[in-house]
T-cell receptor
């Protein structure tokens, strides 16, 4: 197992464009989390899946953000009509049901011009 | 609401010196506490965690942390810092039972002088 992977690692886009990020969790993990990290801050929770069910969403997740985990494996995070304020590192983490650890991927750095 | 305070934004220590990074949390019930380290361009790596039991927990890379309920603190320590420890360190709190979101502090940037 190679851990949590995220693609792409970097994304540069123009304001108003849509972007989609992918996260592949550790294969046996049921739980998957998305966080956003801006410069000088700690990660902030966005949303959480258990298997394919999205169980919690942060107020940070505006209507322009949508996340899916259709088969309970990989997940996608889409941002529609990107704004400069969306520029951040988007982190994915996964965890098992039996423990309380979250294992993080390397992140996708989004730059909105 | 749960929250985490890391009062030191930057800390500089000499290689070989001891280190203590401070973390204070606010949480209504028994928290799960974590320390993560992040190197430039990397994701977060778990150093150690506290769920229950012995309040002094050992982690990877020679780090340890002590849970003090009376002070709502979970400070990270290392007796002798190595140059490779230079990174950003995040304290996080999660609800007992896990499964849900972690709340992170704003981080402490550690610089190690040779």
């Amino acid at each position: 197992d190679t851990g949590v992977s995220q693609n792409p690692r970097h994304k540069i886009t123009k304001r108003g464009q849509n972007v989609t990020f992918r996260c592949d969790p550790i294969s046996e993990h049921n739980r998957l989390y998305w966080y956003r990290q801006t410069l000088g801050q700690g990660p902030e929770f966005l949303t959480y899946f258990q298997n394919e069910a999205q169980l919690e969403k942060s107020r940070l997740l505006s209507d322009r953000f949508s996340a899916e985990r259709p088969k309970g494996s990989f997940s996608t995070l889409e941002i529609q009509r990107t704004e400069q304020g969306d520029s951040a590192m988007y982190l994915c983490a996964s965890g098992g049901l039996a423990d309380n650890e979250q294992f993080f991927g390397p992140g996708t750095r989004l730059t909105v011009l | 609401a749960q929250s985490v305070t890391q009062p030191d934004i930057h800390i500089t220590v000499s290689e070989g010196a001891s280190l203590e990074l401070r973390c204070n949390y606010s949480y209504g019930a028994t928290p799960y506490l974590f320390w993560y380290v992040q190197s430039p361009g990397q994701g977060l790596q778990l150093l150690l965690k506290y769920f229950s039991g012995d309040t002094l927990v050992q982690g990877i890379k020679g780090f340890e942390a002590e849970f003090k309920r009376s002070q709502s603190s979970f400070n990270l320590r290392k007796p002798s810092v190595h140059w490779s420890d230079a990174a950003e360190y995040f304290c996080a709190v999660g609800p007992g039972g896990g499964g849900n979101k972690l709340t992170f502090g704003t981080g402490t940037q550690l610089k190690v002088e040779l």
